[in-house]
């Protein structure tokens, strides 16, 4: 079935530096989008791509939706505190269900 | 826009007995729900789909007749597992779309279900 590949599982960093995490597929999917969840709660979407080749801004969030379908970045600037968590990709392949494929997750630290 | 509610946000019960969770999107008619359930440290997976009316559809591995999904109108979405054991344990996640993906995948915020 479809998987999808997400690294770096961990990252811990200093607060105000840039953090970059990369989702890859062999499957082309549809749709590529980006949750935060944060323990005990369920994730809450960050950005959404729907295009090849799009790139989205959601405040100091930034991702990317790559050329061939096949992956996707999402980069986070100037990190604060507030930016831990468990980040997903989630991707949505052709057909009807739309159902969405997770990776398996980057938990973010961030050292004040 | 986009609430999904999910109820209750823990449980805990006694092994044999069913759960039912709820799923409701308060603001938009979900022609499509997901239920996924997480184990600690690791990503959600996905159950089932289900779609208003019809009989959900389940995932290689999923027991149908163990995880009860019924998505008997546009805003309501339930999942009940059944004679549950501790292994059932888990965090289970519903997440609602709207007709055409107009928007997009809204979760609701889980539900912890411990089986004692």
């Known amino acids: 079935g479809q998987q999808l590949n997400q690294s770096p599982q961990s990252m811990f960093i200093q607060e105000g530096e840039d953090v970059s995490m990369n989702c890859t597929s062999s499957?082309?999917?549809?749709?590529w989008l980006w949750y935060k969840q944060d323990p005990g709660e369920g994730p809450v979407l960050l950005i959404a791509?729907?295009?090849?080749?799009e790139l989205t801004s959601n405040g100091r969030l930034t991702a990317q939706f790559g050329i061939t379908r096949k992956d996707s970045f999402l980069n986070i600037s100037a990190s604060i505190p507030s930016d831990v968590g468990i980040y997903f990709c989630?991707?949505?392949?052709?057909?009807?269900?739309?159902?969405?494929?997770f990776g398996q997750g980057t938990t973010l630290q961030v050292k004040p | 826009g986009a609430v999904v509610s999910q109820h209750p946000s823990w449980v805990i019960c006694k092994s044999g007995t069913s759960v039912k969770i709820e799923c409701r999107s308060l603001?938009?008619?979900?022609?499509?729900m997901f239920w996924y359930r997480q184990f600690p440290k690791q990503s959600l997976m996905l159950m089932a789909t289900?779609?208003?009316?019809?009989?959900?559809?389940?995932e290689q591995g999923v027991e149908k007749d163990k995880f009860l999904i019924n998505h008997a109108s546009l805003t309501l979405s339930t999942l009940t597992v059944t004679s549950a054991h501790p292994e059932d344990s888990s965090f289970y996640i519903c997440?609602?779309?709207?007709?055409?993906?107009?928007?997009?995948?809204?979760f609701g915020s889980g539900t912890r279900l411990t089986v004692v």
């Open positions: 997440s609602a779309r709207g007709s055409g993906g107009s928007y997009g995948y809204t």
């Open positions: 499957s082309i999917f549809n749709t």
């Open positions: 791509l729907y295009k090849a080749g």
């Open positions: 989630a991707g949505a392949g052709s057909g009807n269900t739309g159902k969405l494929i």
């Open positions: 603001d938009f008619q979900a022609t499509t």
């Open positions: 289900s779609n208003e009316g019809s009989k959900a559809t389940y």
